[in-house]
């Protein structure tokens, strides 16, 4: 039998095209029960023994995929009415769905019933879509359930759809929602009850409500203790709340709103060291709109899409003046949440502290320094654009979940309502029930969100699964991947199908090929970090009869490997980084490429795409040649095995004096770039000493750059940039390029306050003018004052992203740090897929192969840099993130006095960064006691170095309710009576602890100390 069906499509450019879908009815489609004696038993899946068969509908397969994907929920019947409709509107849900179905031990049977002409549907007249699905599946269940001997393994539809559980019942079905299936037929499995989202639970207690607290529409039995309880009239939510949110506005009403320019649309940022405030950017307003409070937030969380309505501009407000967490320094944010927090707990009859989320969100913590990053402040400290909330246009809610631990408190036994809180403080606490709640307390677990509603103070979420014990470093790792979206699955069978075999070795065919120059004769070495094993560079320069140089930069050549359109190559791409932590790399490609046969290993022939200049002994550029060649290369050096070659004067080798040559041409190279207006900005690096027996850092420490790090550095903007004119020459329509835009000057607003606090001048006029300023901030009786200035001026810096070249004007195409015209990523192509792409289209611009059809596609270029800088940003966060826990664990067990410096001067304290560890934090000028009140923390009256002059010696400061003032214009802080004082810069000494909190919580925490308490040995060098 023969059916079309037609329905008009929007496409991605807004297109609206018909659709016709021809459909051909048959008979031999089966069941897949090995029960149905008419199934063909090729397509046996589902068990003969099983307690039942569930048929799922779409809310089920979109919103309860947790509980799903559990080892126990197996049997299930999903049709194609279900596949088609999630796939149509969740993509992510549908993969997830299509990897249950894959998975032989889940027994997920494909029905498709749109295909059999016993269960096809058709609309009738006037039937919504909806209303067809649901039919649909019913009469897949009735198909099914005549088939199956309901005896022996009953069929249920399984549907939190009110309205479908009744129409079922009414035509002889079992159908039940999820809550009520796993607390009736699941008592097996009770954590089952854990996963299932909570606005399914809300759903069935609404729908016992309304059937005056029965359950029998749902199949369960009302004797069952469990069902009882939820549905009972005395029992889960309160029947009115009040509200605590405003309703978000429709989204008609939004964008009409955006287009009159009343709202404003933009991406929700919260802050990292104060969750009560978030900024919004948009295009309409010159400036970012603060948001202060969870109330202007209005149920928004950090990277929701939301629209904003600008407040009077009599109660605009600047970002908070003091630290968050002493005494009474953080609860004014927030604080009209807190109290209706508690008020609308009491009306839930739920057993918060009315100080919940100030407690424990508003405690500040102690960061790694990130670029782009200001602790505690946005990039103003006055008055600005102030607004709310209005709507959200786009949730960025996780699917993969939130990463945290519960809320210490203690719970009665059974089903409880608990507190989560996320690691990431950006993000509100959620509320989940469990009957683990004692279980979980000192585990770290996935909670994913479900909803909030505006009578909530806290989003409503499930349990997904536990990680580990909280503390423990294998779990708090694994917390960091989650976090930063990481994949560390494993590589299928089919890409390491991609992968040559080992032991692999150059063959006579590559050494034959005319494209592939043989270059095994030059003096190449690589130049690396310790313990580096996927080498993707190597370095040589000659001498010429003419005098001049010949310098070579080779790069492995993955792509002669790496094919477009393979599964390596499709999973190259979607991982798009290697990943580096302290002790663990994710690899982008399997190790046998990356370890092996790509690494440029010393002694070992590889083949490269190598770029050869000929250069005068000025370093001036003569000619460029791109070249697929054969290397082997003589050595493989860390970076202190080669500036120790350079630095021996007793050293006279063929590759010491390369290196020593190259050296040479570096620095010219070097001060050349710095002439035109590159920046030599600083970041903080740290290094650490590894115990080979208990993994754990024995000694933690600044990296040491070297000259040979610059060297290394030179070598590989010398060919990005080379390259990225070579391609953009031929390709001026889809190369992909890397571009770092010119700040705007509102993004300067710190480092310039700071500077005139100082008394010194920063000029952001242009990157020239600005690298001139950053040389002449110097002060002598601080040697490491230069760098806190370059590594404070690099946080004022946008992030520099990948593009296509067809996306913007040339114009725009400018490197504002490295000052080029026009840059890419070339060398790194094992541990970046941008490179790969770069490397193609080389290879094209040379004549060697064609560019692959899918380079030349503008949509799918964007989409591709998309996702490189998406996950570029999240492999450095999870570098960072593993140096904080790594620097957690090295002070577990030790205190150490160490050298700061004052980075920002709040109300109640200061912020303080530690260079030799890298991170940055709070120190109170306040001290706390156990009821969380202020006193003068005894250390701030005497940590200055010579800076309180005045203090009279042998005076102890006042332990009472000691005030200061904040000089925001000054960026100073001082006690009223002029015993304390601290201005931006100063120096100053921290005593670093861990705390030990209930169930294994552990938190870094900075004490300010006299400086006299600091060892000579800890103090700062340049």
Excluded at 137 to 158: C, F, G, H, M, N
Excluded at 358 to 380: C, K, M, R, T, W
Excluded at 587 to 616: A, G, Q, Y
Excluded at 691 to 707: A, I, K, W
């Amino acid at each position: 039998m023969h059916l079309n069906n037609s329905y008009l499509k929007k496409t991605k450019k807004g297109k609206v095209v018909k659709v016709v879908k021809e459909r051909y009815l048959r008979d031999d489609i089966w069941s897949g029960s090995p029960l149905d004696p008419e199934c063909d038993p090729a397509s046996h899946k589902l068990s003969a023994t099983a307690a039942h068969y569930l048929l799922i509908d779409t809310n089920v397969a979109l919103h309860q995929l947790d509980f799903l994907e559990h080892a126990a929920v197996t049997d299930v019947v999903v049709c194609t009415t279900v596949l088609e409709e999630v796939q149509h509107k969740n993509m992510s849900a549908y993969q997830r769905l299509r990897s249950a179905c894959a998975a032989p031990a889940k027994r997920f049977f494909v029905f498709a019933n749109e295909h059999h002409r016993d269960t096809h549907v058709t609309a009738a007249e006037g039937e919504s879509p909806n209303d067809r699905n649901d039919r649909a599946l019913r009469v897949a269940t009735k198909w099914y359930s005549e088939r199956i001997p309901q005896d022996k393994v009953p069929v249920i539809l399984l549907t939190n759809d009110v309205a479908n559980r009744s129409a079922a019942l009414a035509d002889g079905l079992r159908a039940m929602g999820v809550m009520t299936y796993c607390r009736a037929l699941r008592k097996d499995n009770p954590e089952l009850q854990d996963l299932v989202a909570a606005a399914a639970e809300d759903e069935e207690q609404d729908a016992a409500a309304a059937a005056g607290c029965s359950h029998g529409a749902d199949g369960a039995s009302a004797a069952d203790d469990d069902v009882a309880a939820v549905g009972s009239c005395g029992g889960g939510r309160a029947a009115k709340r009040k509200k605590l949110y405003g309703e978000h506005l429709p989204l008609a009403e939004l964008m009409a709103g955006i287009k009159s320019g009343r709202f404003h649309q933009g991406t929700l940022r919260v802050s990292r060291f104060n969750p009560f405030e978030g900024w919004v950017g948009s295009e309409s307003v010159d400036t970012d709109i603060l948001l202060s409070g969870r109330v202007d937030m209005n149920r928004a969380i950090d990277g929701d899409v939301v629209a904003v309505e600008l407040l009077p501009e009599g109660q605009w407000r600047g970002p908070s003046a003091k630290l968050p967490g002493a005494g009474d320094g953080g609860k004014k944010a927030g604080k009209a949440v807190a109290e209706r927090d508690a008020e609308a707990e009491a009306e839930a009859e739920v057993e918060v502290d009315t100080d919940d989320e100030q407690g424990l969100d508003e405690v500040a913590e102690i960061f790694q320094v990130a670029p782009g990053e200001h602790f505690n402040d946005s990039a103003g400290t006055g008055k600005q654009p102030t607004g709310r909330v209005v709507g959200i246009i786009k949730r960025n809610w996780r699917t993969r979940g939130y990463c945290g631990s519960l809320k210490p408190q203690r719970v009665r036994g059974g089903a409880a309502n608990v507190l989560f809180v996320p690691v990431e403080r950006r993000y509100p606490m959620i509320r989940i029930q469990t009957r683990q709640a004692d279980t979980l307390m000192d585990k770290r677990i996935v909670v994913v969100i479900d909803g909030w509603d505006a009578d909530s103070a806290y989003p409503r979420g499930h349990y997904v699964r536990t990680l580990g014990v909280i503390g423990d470093k294998d779990t708090e790792t694994e917390v960091i991947l989650i976090e930063n979206d990481i994949n560390t699955n494993p590589f299928t069978p089919a890409v390491h199908d991609c992968v040559p075999p080992l032991p692999w070795s150059v063959s006579p065919a590559d050494l034959a090929d005319p494209n592939r120059a043989d270059l095994r004769h030059l003096v190449v070495a690589s130049v690396d970090p310790p313990g580096c094993k996927d080498i993707d560079d190597a370095l040589h320069v000659r001498q010429l009869p003419n005098g001049n140089y010949e310098l070579g930069v080779h790069i492995a050549d993955v792509t002669h490997f790496l094919k477009p359109g393979t599964a390596m190559d499709i999973e190259a791409a979607q991982r798009a980084t290697t990943v580096y932590l302290v002790q663990r790399r994710i690899d982008m490609l399997p190790k046998p490429l990356t370890e092996d046969i790509c690494s440029l290993r010393c002694n070992v022939d590889r083949l490269t795409f190598s770029v050869l200049w000929e250069v005068d002994p000025e370093a001036n550029i003569l000619n460029t040649t791109f070249t697929k060649a054969v290397i082997c290369s003589r050595a493989s050096l860390t970076y202190a095995e080669a500036q120790s070659r350079i630095d021996d004067p007793a050293m006279s080798d063929e590759l010491t004096v390369s290196l020593r040559t190259m050296n040479k041409l570096a620095k010219i190279l070097r001060a050349r770039r710095a002439a035109a207006g590159a920046l030599q900005l600083a970041s903080p690096e740290v290094k650490f000493t590894i115990d080979s027996e208990t993994q754990d850092p024995l000694e933690v420490g600044m990296y040491q750059l070297r000259e040979t790090n610059q060297m290394v550095e030179e070598m590989m903007l010398l060919a990005n940039v080379a390259v990225a004119e070579k391609i953009l020459r031929h390709f001026t329509a889809c190369s992909l390029l890397r571009r770092h835009q010119t700040p705007p000057p509102r993004q300067f607003e710190p480092i310039l306050k700071a500077a005139a606090a100082a008394g010194f001048t920063i000029d952001v006029s242009s990157s020239i003018a600005l690298a001139a300023s950053l040389d002449l901030a110097v002060r002598q009786e601080d040697p490491y004052f230069n760098k806190l200035v370059r590594i404070m001026t690099t946080r004022c810096m946008t992030q520099a992203k990948y593009f296509g070249s067809g996306e913007c004007p040339p114009s725009e195409y400018h490197h504002y740090g490295l000052a080029s015209p026009v840059y890419t990523h070339f060398t790194s192509p094992i541990r970046r897929y941008a490179d790969v792409v770069v490397h193609r289209l080389l290879g094209a611009a040379i004549g060697l192969e064609p560019l692959p059809p899918s380079a030349r596609d503008k949509e799918a270029l964007h989409d591709c840099s998309d996702n490189l800088n998406k996950r570029h940003h999240n492999a450095q966060l999870a570098g960072r993130a593993s140096v904080e826990l790594h620097t957690l664990i090295f002070f577990k067990n030790r205190t150490v006095v160490a050298d700061a410096r004052v980075t920002k001067v709040k109300a109640n304290g200061l912020v303080v960064f530690v260079p030799k560890y890298g991170i940055e934090g709070p120190v109170y000028l306040t001290a706390r006691d156990k009821n969380n009140n202020a006193s003068t923390s005894a250390a701030a009256a005497a940590a200055t170095d010579g800076i309180l002059a005045d203090r009279a010696a042998g005076r102890n400061p006042s332990r009472g309710s000691q005030q200061f003032l904040l000089d925001e214009e000054a960026q100073t802080v001082r006690s009223a009576d002029g015993s304390v004082h601290f201005a931006l810069f100063d120096k100053c000494a921290v005593r670093i602890s861990v705390e030990e909190g209930v169930a294994h919580r552990r938190t870094l925490v900075l004490t300010l100390v006299d400086r006299s308490e600091l060892p000579e040995s800890e103090r700062m060098a340049p």
